[in-house]
């Protein structure tokens, strides 16, 4: 059983803000949602290959090739804060 | 303090793919364009877009492979890594987790004289990040995202190395490895062969100590200054009764110290999973061979034939495969007939040392193969002496003569040996006439009155004379 | 002119007894004054749609034109379309201006189809309702208290209400399906990699496939015809023959075997679902086809593995959602935590941020093996079923929900029960195999019931024969629900 704290852990790694009543609202249902996930648990799954695609097929590559042209005053026009043709965040220390 | 702590090195090597195009996207890789002007759809992660991975990045990862010996995975599988910072435009990095281009493989250098070998855990494909401009508009961090997407291949070793100086002798190895396959250009300024070290100390013999990385090392003197720093800082940690916290560290070159980057400290759970956008890679054998057949000797090979067909040491064979363009120098030197173990000689020694003064490399050499290989057969036939050999390449290197030609500047810089041996018993005859003192002591027993008396003959010859015969005729005319 | 089939109009457009302008406006019209009422469109652009109906109406003139030349289409607003907003259904992407096409969109353009609006959905496509739109949710044209069903709701009301001919849709885990049964139309998914996901606002990257919703068999046979195309964008979308989806139509049902799989025959599927359905096969028996029982034995794990596959993809595909290169950001914010944080709670709704949840969880430290690689072995079994059953029919047929449509609010307080009703449509999806829904009947409250028809894989062609087999022998697909525009009921049934 998933606690509060455990919620608004996975809300900061999921970038959520998250209030204590969402929080609450979201532990309860996580909990019922998990409870309902946790009948796999009693498969015997020994030797199966995890299936990732629906097909069994390989990756097609491309050849290296420039195709893109610039269009950046077209990206950057969507952008909620532009400058200099830079995406622009507050200041980030690193 | 220093003595009884052992020293544990891990590198990382992020090395940034010499591809056109960008590993999922065809955008362009080029450095230096205006920013945000190649970042595609795909590269800005615009909802709906899809990465298709490139052909050529997989092919120089092969080539890697080829080239460390390493395992190239049959099939492999391409992760997401899962993160949030404003340079990551979908909020996770493709990569590879579980499942590897390469697994294994080795890399030898040499390291005070002796070979060392490093073994390699695996090399994996991965997209690079953008990059975040702190200083572009005030109050703000500007995101340019043309980096974005460029392939990189991350070589993370085994903790193998022992000190600083070996890890920096690795990253060289492995800087001029990845430029002789063509795989990475090399640029450390454009951040295209970047570092990370894993460092940790234990008393020898014992379990592995906590180990710290640090982040982004793009030049191979902050890279042995900061693991040297970080050495420090750990044993003066755990003699002060301290514990090593597993982290990030930051290398700072203004103050010579590694710091916490505790900002992304929290950002550790990634999260990994098959990327669903992308299917599992298969490389067959027949493309592997194909690649392989389609690359110059590698310095294994060189190595092995150096030794078996010219008789050289390991070391010079060692010395001699430092870089791709080093090696073609030498081949292009032996292509006269000319003795390998001079002209291995004359490789590591007197070109490398002009090069490294002009603060040239091998392919941009001033004085060319054919010209070395010409100067050698002069020695070896007595034309030249070994100063005047010397001299001879330095003439050359200056580059003043219109054709190049070896014989001419020889004759017209007058240095050629004298080998005539009238004109040399006549210069002998001189000095001993002229320094009667000197023929006195050595003829009552003291023999360094000859090399004196040499000495004498070769000055009177502006050194031209062939030391071996000036030799002869003293002993001679001495009695 | 809006009960004609898509069919119909083609040929009135070729012989130029119609004009593209005359359609899409009569469309567009019909639109506008049904928006009030159903909510199936988030945007209609009359000027733009007109200016391609124009276009078409040139084409038409010089005679090089395609079946689908003239013809409106509305799109699911999951397709980016340039110069289009494209919001996916949630305030996320309010402002998003797509700034290129999605290769469906493509396709359209290249037969010279008119885009007539984008659908209402379910926020990314998650929900089974309609119910989780930021832009209200859309009523059902049968019963404006019912819900449409989801995530394509707005296409399948759109399409039922005589709004559309025909729509693009997108089945993740019964998106097209469901809908199409909820609201009596014919929806069509098709085999995963058959459709290109380029343009396609992702939501679950392995389930996602985009399909169609149309009145018939028939017209599902052209509009596919359109949109399956090969693209070297998708790495997963296949390259694989098209089949003659139109040419195949009249292959007949003689000696068709039905797999009926026991696990959709139960009391978990209410009784006025299961009779029609029942007729149906009866039908088709009639018909000249035979049933075989099969099992399907891990079905029944399909909604645990499908509700830890599809969210822990969608918390990872919804990152790209910071408030940092394009869609909304917070209006103030401290740092960019904050930004983060704050842009993405105020942009996701509660079912977006419910499985963005729930996928952290799934693939966090330490709990990967238990669930999502779990997972992924069981889908395997899941998929092993199919592939066996399979070895005894050529399709499968069942429900496509466990009820008829459901009131609007009856189970938005409790997503689990929500979930557990995708029990019908989940396998195929994890399975990757082609389903669709085709009108057989009516269920309680006159609400319409679907029956689903599963293929094999790539085996389109035989599906939509065997579905126009049944519409050649039946009319439940004319029949119409009552006029959203308040002139009197239609056909009626």
Known sequence: MLSLQDVQRIARLARLELSGAEAEAMREQMNAILAMVDQMSAVDTQGVEPMSHPQDVTQRLRDDVVTEPDRRDDFLALAPQAEDGLYLVPKVID | ?479 | MHRETLKALSAQLAARKLSSVEVTTHFLDRIERAQSVLNAFITVDREKSLAQAKAADARLAKGDAAPLTGIPVAHKDLFCAKGWRTTAGSKILSNFIAPYDAHVIEQFDRAGAVLLGKANMDEFAMGSSCENSAYGCVRNPWDTNAVPGGSSGGSAAAVAARLAPAATATDTGGSIRQPASFTGVSGLRPTYGRVSRYGMVAFASSLDQGGCIAKTAEDLAMVLDVMASYDERDSTCLDHPKDDYVGSLGRGVKGLRIGLPKEYFTKDVARDVIDPILAAVEQYKKLGATVVDVSLPNQKLSVPVYYVIAPAEASSNLSRFDGVRYGHRAEKYSDLMDLYQKSRAEGFGAEAKRRIMIGTYVLSHGYYDAYYLQAQKIRRLIARDFIEAFKQCDVIMGPAAPTVAYDLGAKVTDPVQMYLDDLYTIPINLAGLPGMSIPCGFGNKGRPVGLQIVGNYFDEARMLAVAHAFQQATDWHEKEPPSPLGEGRGEGR
């Open chain 2, 1 to 479: 303090m220093r003595a009884d702590w052992e020293v544990v090195i891990g590198l990382e090597t992020h090395a940034q793919l010499t591809t056109a195009s960008k590993i999922f996207s065809g955008a362009s890789t080029a450095f230096g364009a205006p920013p945000n002007t190649q970042a595609s759809a795909v590269d800005i992660a615009l909802p709906g877009t899809l990465p298709v991975l490139n052909k050529g990045a997989v092919e120089r990862a092969i080539r890697f492979g080829l080239a460390v010996g390493g395992t190239i995975a049959q099939r492999c599988v391409f992760a997401r890594k899962n993160y949030f910072y404003p340079d990551l435009p979908k909020g996770y990095q493709i990569s590879q987790y579980e499942q590897p281009v390469v697994a294994g493989g080795t890399l030898s250098f040499l390291l005070d004289g002796a070979v060392k070998t490093v073994r390699l855990t695996r090399a994996h494909l991965e997209e690079d990040a953008g990059k975040l401009l702190h200083e572009a508009v005030p109050g703000s961090s500007g995101v340019d995202l043309n980096r974005a997407g460029t392939p990189l291949l991350e070589i993370v070793t085994e903790p193998d190395m022992r000190s600083a100086a070996e890890a920096v002798a690795y990253a060289k190895a492995l800087h001029a490895l990845v430029r002789w396959i063509g795989i990475c250009d090399g640029n450390m300024q454009e951040g295209s062969f970047r570092c990370d070290a894993n460092v940790s100390v234990r008393k020898p013999g014992g379990a592995l100590g906590t180990r710290c990385e640090i982040k982004n090392l793009n030049s191979f003197r902050f890279l042995e200054k900061a693991i040297e720093y970080e050495i420090r800082r750990q044993v003066e940690v755990i003699e002060d009764g301290g514990k090593i916290v597993q982290e990030t560290r930051l290398y700072d070159p203004d103050r010579d110290e590694t710091r916490s980057m505790r900002s992304k400290e929290d950002a550790h759970d990634y999260r990994y999973f098959p990327d669903p956008d992308l299917l599992p890679l298969a490389i067959d054998r027949a493309w592997i061979d194909r690649v392989g057949g389609a690359m110059t000797a590698l310095p294994d090979a060189l190595r092995g034939r150096y030794i078996s067909q010219l008789g050289l040491s390991l070391y010079d064979a060692m010395l001699l495969t430092e870089s791709r363009e080093k090696a073609a120098f030498f081949d292009e030197v032996m292509k006269a007939d000319v003795q390998a173990k001079i002209a291995a000689n004359w490789v590591n020694g007197e070109v490398s040392a002009l090069l490294n003064d002009a603060g040239l490399e091998f392919d941009r050499s001033p004085v060319s193969g054919g010209q070395l290989s010409r100067i050698l057969q002069l020695i070896a036939d007595g034309t030249l002496s070994g100063k005047g050999a010397k001299e001879v390449l330095r003439e050359v290197a200056r580059g003043d003569s219109a054709t190049g030609d070896v014989d001419e500047i020889v004759a017209s810089k007058n240095l050629k040996q004298i080998s005539d041996g009238g004109a040399i018993e006549a210069a002998v005859d001189q000095v001993m006439a002229a320094n009667p003192k000197l023929v006195e002591d050595y003829r009552s027993g003291k023999e360094k009155a000859f090399n004196a008396l040499v000495g004498q003959v070769m000055k009177a010859t502006q050194g031209k004379a062939n030391p071996a015969q000036v030799n002869a005729a003293l002993k001679k005319k001495l009695g």
